[in-house]
């Protein structure tokens, strides 16, 4: 399947969106900021970096997919648990699996990042891949695919 960046005035406050960015590619829209709130590691401390909507002269967040957290399953162990692969919590909140701390890195709707140990994962995100080289950032390669069956790559 084919995706393509969703039009700003389609995007909806406080979804979370599949999609390609400098520091993630979850992300939750903030209407009030015109951005998605990505979590991110600067040094040890975890931040909370906001991306703005990908135009060719600005932003760096490119939303292909709204992301459906309005799910129910049961929780995944932690050993078939993959480092640095996105999941939707039991909470439908969306987490990034830290393997090093065994804990999860959030973004909540309150829009907010945390650290959270008490993340019960029910569903990996399949993140797919891109067909083509993002024309914008490109840092170590994190905006030529959106994931992989083996996130630990990113």
């Known amino acids: 399947m084919d995706l393509k960046q969703i039009p700003i005035e389609y995007l909806i406050?406080?979804?979370y969106y599949l999609g390609r960015g400098r520091n993630g590619n979850?992300?939750?829209?903030?209407?009030?900021?015109?951005?998605?709130?990505?979590?991110?590691w600067k040094f040890s401390f975890l931040v909370e970096k906001y991306e703005?909507?990908?135009l060719p002269n600005d932003g760096c967040f490119?939303?292909?997919?709204?992301i459906d957290t309005d799910i129910d399953g049961?929780?995944?162990p932690n050993e078939d648990l993959i480092p640095h692969c996105e999941y939707i919590?039991?909470?439908?909140?969306?987490g990034r699996y830290d393997k090093k701390h065994n804990d999860?890195?959030?973004?909540?709707?309150?829009f907010?990042?945390?650290?959270?140990?008490d993340f019960k994962p029910i569903k990996k995100i399949d993140e797919g891949k891109l067909k083509d080289k993002f024309e914008g950032y490109s840092e170590y390669g994190k905006t030529l695919m959106i994931g992989n069956d083996e996130c630990e790559t990113q």
Do not use: C, H, M
């Open 13 to 15: 406050n406080g979804r």
């Open 26 to 40: 979850i992300g939750i829209w903030n209407e009030k900021y015109s951005s998605f709130l990505v979590p991110s």
């Open 52 to 54: 703005g909507y990908y």
């Open 62 to 66: 490119q939303p292909f997919l709204l």
């Open 74 to 76: 049961e929780e995944i």
């Open 89 to 94: 919590g039991k909470d439908g909140s969306v």
């Open 104 to 110: 999860f890195i959030t973004v909540d709707k309150d």
């Open 112 to 117: 907010s990042a945390k650290i959270r140990k």
